[in-house]
């Protein structure tokens, strides 16, 4: 899909130029990326105003060190600058009021579209994470693995981990410069990660430049004696177009 991506892209820019026309991927200005349109864009991605269900709020199936952190974090978005994200069940909800440039854009059907990572409906068995967002570079996600992600008996899959990271790597990617598409995921996995417990992961925008944002996370046990795994991402910017039906 991503490989797909890249060809829609590179196909559209090769067209547009033999036309004359502005590229696929306008450059944005680095300087810009970390001001007021990050606020901008966490604002919209936040709006109170919608009848989505958050699957990013606390149930029966969490476990006590994620409900504790959980809490810790929530009372930092009152004084000190952190921002709860919400997750709904697709990317068609986190991007409304925005047009992906044309030729990246598909028909929405009438299908059930889910985020992989919100795909396993059960609470408890599947994916389990909530991410807190500090402007303009810093981040938390909180990750449970339920039995459903299940690798060697008892531990998570490192797949798992791997697109929980790629999944909260692209939503910091959007709010810090509209990136949007994985260019890659590199991962080095240290220890396994027993099914029902709490992974912390620490996520940082190291730099947006030439239209990438470089990040990097380390995801670890809430009292951080154990590293389950180090990773770096490097996310495309791509400049969206605002919808006039909002």
Request: aromatic fraction near 10%.
């Amino acid at each position: 899909m991503i490989r797909r991506g890249f060809q829609v892209v590179a196909r559209l820019g090769h067209h547009r130029e033999l036309l004359g026309a502005p590229r696929i991927l306008p450059r944005l200005n680095p300087a810009s990326a970390f001001g007021s349109s990050t606020d901008s864009l966490v604002s919209r991605f936040c709006s109170e105003k919608t009848d989505l269900k958050d699957y990013a709020l606390p149930n029966a199936s969490w476990c006590s060190d994620m409900l504790s952190l959980y809490q810790e974090f929530l009372e930092k978005t009152k004084s000190s600058g952190w921002v709860k994200l919400p997750s709904y069940k697709s990317n068609r909800d986190h991007i409304r009021g925005f047009k992906l440039p044309s030729g990246l854009e598909v028909s929405s059907g009438k299908g059930d579209w889910r985020i992989f990572t919100r795909c396993i409906q059960v609470d408890g068995q599947g994916y389990e994470y909530v991410i807190f967002f500090h402007p303009p570079k810093k981040s938390v996600c909180l990750f449970q693995p339920g039995p459903y992600l299940e690798g060697p008996p008892g531990f998570a899959h490192g797949g798992s981990l791997a697109a929980m990271m790629d999944e909260a790597f692209s939503k910091i990617a959007y709010l810090a410069g509209q990136g949007l598409l994985t260019q890659s995921l590199n991962i080095r996995f240290k220890n396994l990660i027993p099914v029902g417990s709490l992974v912390v992961m620490d996520i940082e925008v190291e730099k947006i430049e030439d239209q990438k944002i470089y990040m990097s996370c380390i995801a670890q046990s809430r009292d951080q004696k154990t590293v389950y795994a180090k990773s770096s991402g490097v996310f495309l910017q791509l400049q969206l177009e605002e919808s006039s039906s909002q």
